[in-house]
């Protein structure tokens, strides 16, 4: 589904949503199934805080906000560090989300 005409912005909705899913989902199953360094604090609290940052960003593209390039500034932020701590447990498909999903903010962040 198409919420805007910039296709820029829409690619990174669709990011931050891939995003949002897989940070939420990896969390509430895998990693609080697996117990271990997979709910260690702050391994989890990173994943919460991603999929947070990114329904964040999400709604701020929808509503045209004037901010939203300052949160998907920070989204990129928070995506980096949570791809660098999936990275290191073995949890490779959500830090390639993350790192998609910063990659695509960062690319809004730079707009004026």
Known sequence: ????????????????NRCYQTCLHEAMNRCLESGGKHVAPD????????AEIC?????????????SNQICRVCAEVC???????????MEDCARVCRECAESCRQMAGRS
């Open 1 to 16: 589904m198409t919420h805007t005409n910039d296709p820029k912005m829409q690619s990174c909705i669709d990011a931050c």
């Open 43 to 50: 391994h989890f609290r990173l994943l919460m805080n991603c």
């Open 55 to 67: 329904q964040t960003s999400v709604n701020f593209m929808l509503s045209s906000s004037a901010f």
């Open 80 to 90: 980096d560090a949570c791809a660098k701590s999936c990275e290191q447990i073995g």
